[in-house]
Nanobody, 118 residues
Framework: QVQLVESGGGLVQAGGSLRLSCAASGRTFSMFLFSWYRQAPGKQRELVASIGRDGITNYVDSLKGRFTISRDNAKNTAYLQMNSLKPEDTAVYYC????????????WGQGTQVTVSS
């Protein structure tokens, strides 16, 4: 079992920055692919970015250049640095961990609210 705890959300003005953290416990952190998703009110949950065990990153095209995903295996933590935030980035942000080999091992955090005011 893996427990994921997100933190770092909050209220920020447009143009500001936030860094979200996803602290993992329970299993070997380095074996997992980590992703950040977000869900805005009335919309479906969407993928924001992911980072593999090898550190290779992927981003949704519309967010490239503003958001950066990273991981620190020594701290069992994944991060999402969000810059130049816009009101449309307002959403609940969720961390997801999926085992690199046993794909059925798939875990979610409880989410953290990000609100960007105009």
């Amino acid at each position: 079992q893996v427990q994921l705890v997100e933190s770092g959300g909050g209220l920020v003005q447009a143009g500001g920055s936030l860094r979200l953290s996803c602290a993992a416990s329970g299993r070997t952190f380095s074996m997992f692919l980590f992703s950040w998703y977000r869900q805005a009110p009335g919309k479906q949950r969407e993928l924001v970015a992911s980072i593999g065990r090898d550190g290779i990153t992927n981003y949704v095209d519309s967010l490239k250049g503003r958001f950066t995903i990273s991981r620190d295996n020594a701290k069992n933590t994944a991060y999402l640095q969000m810059n130049s935030l816009k009101p449309e980035d307002t959403a609940v942000y969720y961390c997801n961990a999926q085992h690199g080999i046993m794909r059925s091992l798939d875990y979610w955090g409880q989410g953290t609210q990000v609100t960007v005011s105009s």
